[in-house]
């Protein structure tokens, strides 16, 4: 499996520690980082990057559903999604969006492929076969590909 560390930040901008001084989640939307108020056409430009980047991997790799694995949904009423749920492709792109948003929080997984979210708004991305365009296009929209494995294995590996 290839795997990824996919995100908006620049490894060459890393502070000591390995850490960022930028927005994190949406729930940062209004604030000021550097003097500049994130708002909210900002955060859903970087979120829809992350998306079409997501996508392009699954397209790429032929990966056609992927299955809601560990929910954590806090609030009380209907869940969104049962775990287990197989989505199809065209469906991920929703989830995302929720998760992103931090309305719950789940790992997307397959036999071809997964998506994981991290804190601090990291995404690991693993498919079954090498994806240039994919990351051709994440460089395009912004985004920042590295080879990594994902911590959010269920194995805990």
């Not at 430009?45 to 032929?62: D, G, P």
């Amino acid at each position: 499996m290839f795997e990824y560390r996919v995100t908006k930040y620049d490894p060459a901008v890393r502070l000591s520690g390995g850490t960022y001084n930028e927005w994190t989640s949406f729930s940062d939307v209004g604030a000021t980082f550097d003097g500049t108020v994130l708002t909210r056409a900002t955060y859903e430009k970087v979120e829809t990057a992350y998306i079409s980047v997501a996508m392009a991997f699954l397209r790429e790799a032929n990966v056609g559903s992927l299955a809601v694995r560990g929910l954590e949904y806090r609030k009380k009423g209907k869940r969104p999604y049962p775990e287990g749920a197989c989505l199809t492709v065209m469906d991920v792109g929703t989830i995302m969006t929720e998760v992103l948003r931090e309305e719950f929080w789940c790992r997307l997984e397959g036999d071809r492929g997964f998506i994981h979210f991290g804190w601090d708004y990291y995404m690991y991305i693993g498919v079954a076969s090498a994806c240039p365009e994919a990351q051709e296009l994440a460089m395009k929209v912004g985004l920042f590909v590295e080879e990594m494995r994902s911590p959010y294995h269920a194995d805990g590996e």
